[in-house]
Structures are given as structure tokens and as C-alpha cells.
């Protein structure tokens, strides 16, 4: 297979790694200082245990010209590991490595631009603002492309080309049509091939608006307040702000197609039991980095207006949290 994955941070990065390590040849599309650490060491994993965990990478700069992008040829698979801020970004340096069979696996936080291709229901069709303005996205990667993903593992980069797994695996992946097929199959296979816990789902957006329910609010009330994810739960005004945005999101859940049998407070006691981390959101403010808003709060106040669900809470962490942002 010919296999590249553009963005190599945190999860890129393991997951590129991974299959490399596995006998799969796994080329990248990367910035800056992670280009040149993958050029000079390749791909690199600190597995939990210790074990540092190599493979060789031919990588491509993100700056390089589109002429030098489309010498890496059609790919059979391309793993876009970027924040959703950043898309926009990168959609020139994907183009070229599209054909009629390629798979685009989004491995992006929040609600993807792909969403409402095809998923029947209110919002059918309908392109976010707030995740693809202009629909820039959506014209550039036709979802005929996409395998949605689910990614259920924590990474980071001590350094730039150097990955530290921390925990899981985990990683659920969903064609948009809802169904079965020999290529979500081959990718599945493909994924455990590398070690990882791959799943095949039928129901791909009610396992993004799940994993967005649980860190739409840890995520950005980490970002405002500096705290680790164990205080935010322990303090009880706190928990009952976030748990007020989460019944909001419930409810547009319900109303598109991606209900939620959980309560927040169910949902709380799966949260604790991973102590006390560092969101993604916090890490990312702390660095000066932009931050995953509009994914993961912005476009759940987006399509509450489009399905007439008030959003006052969302809302309120939207705005505090962006202003944080600014204020930096």
C-alpha cells in the first residue's frame, strides 16, 4: 500500500509509527522542526513501557510546492492528522494525492467537515461554518473519500518527531453511509495489523458526537482556568456548568440522529477514572498555540441554531474560552 500520513504530531505520529514498524511503508507530510527530526531519525514512539519503537519515513516538507507534493503519487491512504484549525491549510498539499480509490482517514477531534454528507436527517447536506467555511473542505476531499474515525488514545510529542504513548489504542472507524464494505474491513485489518484496536462501526457519527459530548467541556473549561481534569470534576459548581452545556448537546444529539442514553454524571465517572491529565486544549493554550474551538464547541452551537436548540451554556464556554485565547 502506499500510505502517507499529513500531519505527524501526537497522533500522526503513533499511528504513522505503528504501521511503519509493521512492514507498511509510511511516508509523511509534515512541518518545521517535526520535518527535519523525521528526516534525520525517522519515525519515533516511546511506547508506555519504555520501548522506543523506529522505523524508516521518507517525509515531505508542508511547505513544499504542489509539483513536489504530487511526485509522492496517488496514494491508496491518507491519514489526516491535523487539528481541524489547520485544514484549511493543508487541503493543497491532499489534492494531489487523491484518485478515484483513495481513502481519507480523518483522524480530526470534533465534528468533521464531512458530517451531514449523506446522513439524512435536519442538518442533511447542510456544510458547518464553524469546521469548513466556505466548504473548502468538503469540495477539496468528496466524501465518497472518507472513513470517519473515532481516535480513543492519548500521545504527545516531548519533542518535535518524538511521540510518548501514554495510553490506548483504541481507534472506531465508520464509512458516512452507515454501512458495511471490503475497504472499511481491509482498513480495520489494516489498523490491528499495526497493533492497534481497530472496530468497524455502522454508526460513525453517534461515535463522534459521543466522544464530543464527553470533551467538549473539560477541553475548553481546562483551557480558561489552567486546571487539571480531577479539579474541574471536583469542584461542584464547576461540574454542574459543564454538565448544563453537555444536556444541551444531548439534546441536538438527539434531534440529528446521535442520541445519548448517558447522563453528564455517567459520563463524569468515565472521565475520572483517568485521573489527573492534561487536556489536549490546555497544552495547546499554555504553548500559544490555536486552539480546537470551533470543532468542538463552535459546532455544536452552530447546528443547536439549526435545529432551534438554545445553547446558552455553550455559548458561554465558546466565548470565555476564545477570549482566553485572544488574551493570551
Not at 479539579?231 to 461540574?239: A, K, W
Not at 452551537?301 to 465558546?318: F, H, K, N, S, Y
Request: hydrophobic share 50%.
Amino acid at each position: 500500500m502506499r500510505i502517507t500520513v499529513m500531519g505527524a504530531g501526537a497522533i500522526g505520529g503513533f499511528v504513522g509509527t505503528r504501521l511503519a514498524a509493521a512492514g507498511v511503508p509510511v511516508g509523511a507530510v509534515a512541518r518545521g522542526a517535526t520535518h527535519a527530526a523525521l528526516a534525520a531519525h525517522g519515525w519515533r514512539v516511546r511506547e508506555a513501557d519504555g520501548t522506543l519503537l523506529t522505523a524508516p519515513v521518507a517525509a515531505l516538507a508542508d511547505s513544499a510546492d504542489a509539483a513536489s507534493v504530487a511526485a509522492l503519487g496517488t496514494q491508496d491512504l491518507v491519514v489526516l492528522a491535523v487539528k481541524a484549525q489547520s485544514l484549511p491549510a493543508v487541503l493543497p498539499a491532499v489534492t494531489p494525492l487523491l484518485g478515484p480509490d483513495t481513502v481519507v482517514l480523518p483522524a480530526l477531534n470534533g465534528v468533521p467537515w464531512w458530517f451531514f454528507e449523506g446522513f439524512g436527517g435536519p442538518c442533511e447536506g447542510r456544510t458547518l461554518d464553524s469546521v469548513d467555511p466556505g466548504g473548502r473542505a468538503a469540495a477539496a476531499i468528496p466524501v465518497r473519500h472518507v472513513v470517519g474515525s473515532v481516535v480513543h488514545m492519548s500521545c504527545a510529542t516531548p519533542e518535535p518527531g518524538l511521540i510518548r504513548h501514554v495510553a490506548g489504542t483504541g481507534l472506531i472507524l465508520g464509512e458516512p453511509a452507515r454501512a458495511e464494505t471490503p475497504r472499511l474491513a481491509e482498513l480495520v485489518a489494516l489498523m490491528r495489523g499495526a497493533g492497534l484496536d481497530a472496530t468497524a462501526s455502522i454508526s460513525i457519527h453517534e461515535d463522534i458526537w459521543y466522544k464530543l459530548w464527553g470533551n467538549m467541556t473539560t477541553n475548553p473549561v481546562s483551557a480558561l482556568t489552567r486546571a487539571t481534569a480531577d479539579r474541574i470534576l471536583d469542584d461542584e459548581l464547576v461540574l454542574a456548568f459543564c454538565h448544563a452545556a453537555m444536556r444541551e448537546a444531548a439534546e441536538i444529539g438527539a434531534r440529528i440522529g446521535c442520541p445519548i442514553d448517558e447522563t453528564p454524571a455517567d459520563r463524569t465517572v468515565v472521565t475520572r477514572k483517568l485521573g489527573a491529565f492534561r487536556t489536549s486544549m490546555l497544552q495547546d493554550m499554555e504553548a500559544g498555540r490555536e486552539l480546537e474551538l470551533n470543532a468542538l464547541v463552535g459546532a455544536v452551537r452552530e447546528i443547536g441554531r439549526l435545529v432551534q436548540v438554545p445553547t446558552p451554556t455553550v455559548d458561554a464556554i465558546l466565548g470565555l474560552t476564545r477570549l482566553a485565547a485572544a488574551c493570551r
